[in-house]
């Protein structure tokens, strides 16, 4: 039997406090919000009780962000893609943004364990003068307990409406892929951090990013497998390949810490659950 959850997450500004409001269906809540740098910006921590997909269970995921808002989520754990009988697990993720909303979107990583038929799509739809700073970060395996991705797919979609597109499979069962230079060479995660916005960013601010995620690139033990580019006007993208997920986490966080303050001025701060 399929378990299904849907979460719908809103955010607006009311007597300059963002206030987030939200409702569910199934196993996935809010489990808290927070305010650690003032009423100007409002943490949420989603929570998926059950812990895992497995084949045939969907998570639809409904945030939207208001104009002036500032919204950051994240989640209590990983995500779990587990084995599937033939039926895809599908977790899919919408977000909007209105007119001058910010939105960070932080989860921790997805896991995909061998055997499973993953999707995993991340949608975005931005109004002029909205921004998002956003990552994906997956896990294929648990090379370190000895559970490697040997079988099964992952489906990845990121997609910012009309400006940018990254979709593939990935196939646990495809060497060339999984091992060959010009595919993982052999890696276990791959990460992806993106500074999108919903109209064409301005060079200098663009550039800034570029330069800002090299130089953190550029001083990491993962400099030979990181990169950072702009794919279209409207998004500078971070790309990295790691042979666990807390090295490419570190890194996506360090360039992070670097894009708020110059980008947003705000301070780098860390959501407090990452120190759980």
Not at 116 to 138: F, R, Y
Not at 198 to 209: E, H, M, Y
């Amino acid at each position: 039997m399929a378990w299904n959850a849907r979460l719908s997450l809103d955010y607006s500004v009311e007597n300059a406090r963002c206030v987030a409001r939200f409702e569910h269906d199934g196993p996935l809540r809010i489990l808290q919000t927070l305010y650690p740098e003032g009423a100007g910006v409002c943490h949420n921590v989603l929570v998926h009780p059950p812990g895992g997909l497995v084949g045939g269970d969907a998570l639809e995921i409904s945030i939207r962000a208001r104009s002036g808002a500032h919204g950051l989520v994240t989640t209590a754990g990983a995500s779990r893609f587990y084995r599937s009988d033939g039926a895809p697990a599908v977790q899919r993720t919408r977000i909007q943004l209105d007119e001058g909303a910010r939105l960070e979107w932080l989860p921790l990583e997805a896991i995909c364990y061998s055997g499973c038929i993953a999707e995993n799509q991340l949608l975005l739809d931005l109004a002029p003068g909205a921004e998002l700073i956003g990552w994906d970060v997956t896990a294929l395996g648990l090379p370190e307990s000895q559970l490697p991705f040997d079988r099964g797919s992952l489906l990845q979609h990121l997609e910012l409406d009309g400006a940018w597109l990254e979709r593939g499979r990935i196939q646990a069962g495809d060497a060339r892929l999984m091992e060959g230079p010009l595919g993982l060479a052999g890696q276990r995660c791959i990460a992806t951090l993106f500074l999108a916005a919903g109209a064409d960013l301005p060079r200098t601010r663009r550039d800034l990013a570029l330069e800002l995620a090299r130089r953190v690139i550029s001083n990491h033990p993962l400099a030979a497998t990181a990169g950072t580019t702009a794919p279209g006007s409207q998004v500078v993208a971070v790309r990295v390949l790691a042979p666990l997920v807390e090295p490419a986490l570190a890194l996506l966080k360090a360039i992070r810490d670097a894009w708020r303050p110059a980008l947003w001025s705000l301070p780098a701060t860390t959501p407090r659950t990452w120190a759980l």
